[in-house]
């Protein structure tokens, strides 16, 4: 049974808050507009337990109606323990979905309730939609650990567990730059590469990863530190890629298109005609031959080649 309560008597512990509070929720404007045209139709559950009401249910709920000035909120009240209603909670939410960030608060607060891993694996993350495994939830865990910033972005970019779980093995410090790392990057597939690649040189020169990172210019948002990154990594490849891509500008103006594996995993050269016909190309090349010494080779293979 539920009744009127005043906001101001209800004790609000964000730490018992699992799912992600109004400012980053997507349906924050659905739900104000809802409160606003219809009030809270689903009571807030408060445990009253020990005398003093604290949410345990329901926090967005009473965030939305606090920035609408509203004084009351129904809400139902029970002397249960609390680590009861938590977990009673979560299974109310059953099929609304939960990202990778919920999931390891709503593990957090059961655990910091009295919970033991097992028995918050077992009772929590069935209601999540996920297997009521220990090493499970302890994966989940890990995530906590992680710099908030990097934590959002990875949640904003829809990264799964088994993606997130190499950014849990850096140290504080390094996880730190590639927090910074993600406010410059454009994207989920971008940082996982430049993490990569960032801790194997770090390895093979055996400098501390931040340093590094913010000597390359990876943490102040430098457009060309991904480019330093790579030539420092593979200085050879580096070279030859250079080298590649100023053919492909030279040969631009004439029809001619290099195409090669930038990764250098195949060793093959493509070159790409862009002609209209044998005549055409064979009276372009013919105009180019006086040119630079690789078009007058280019030239010749290709006229031999066609058998023109």
């Known amino acids: 049974m539920s009744r009127p309560l005043p906001l101001a008597q209800i004790g609000v512990d964000r730490a018992l808050a699992y799912r992600d509070p109004l400012a980053i929720w997507p349906g924050a404007g659905a739900l104000r507009a809802s409160i606003e045209r219809v009030g809270v139709l689903c009571p807030v559950v408060v445990c009253g337990a020990g005398g003093s009401p604290v949410l345990v ?82 994966r989940y865990l890990e995530l906590l650990r992680l710099p908030g910033r990097l934590l959002g972005f990875l949640v904003d970019k829809g990264f799964s567990l088994r993606r997130c779980l190499p950014f849990c093995r850096l140290e504080p410090d390094e996880a730190e730059v590639v927090a910074a790392m993600a406010t410059h990057l454009r994207g989920g597939r971008q940082l996982e590469e430049a993490t990569t690649q960032l801790t194997e040189l770090a390895a093979r020169e055996e400098v501390a990863l931040a340093a590094l990172a913010r000597n390359l210019g990876l943490t102040d948002g430098d457009p060309e530190a991904l480019a330093r990154l790579e030539a420092r990594r593979m200085p050879e490849t580096t070279r030859r890629r250079r080298e590649l891509d100023a053919l492909c500008r030279e040969l631009a103006g004439q029809r001619l298109d290099v195409r090669y594996d930038r990764r250098f995993t195949s060793e093959d050269v493509e070159l790409v005609l862009r002609f209209g016909s044998l005549e055409e190309l064979s009276s372009r090349l013919g105009e180019v031959a006086p040119g630079t010494v690789a078009r007058e080779r280019l030239a010749r293979i290709l006229l031999r080649a066609l058998g023109v």
């Open 57 to 138: 249910a329901g926090f967005r709920r009473v965030e939305a109606l606090a920035a609408l000035g509203r004084a009351e909120v129904p809400a139902r009240v029970s002397e249960r323990p609390l680590e009861e209603l938590f977990v009673e909670a979560v299974e109310g939410h059953a099929g609304q979905g939960a990202n990778l960030r919920e999931v390891a608060r709503a593990l957090q607060i059961g655990r910091r309730l009295g919970l033991s891993l097992e028995e918050a694996a077992a009772r929590l993350l069935p209601p999540l939609g996920l297997e009521p495994h220990p090493d499970l939830a302890g």
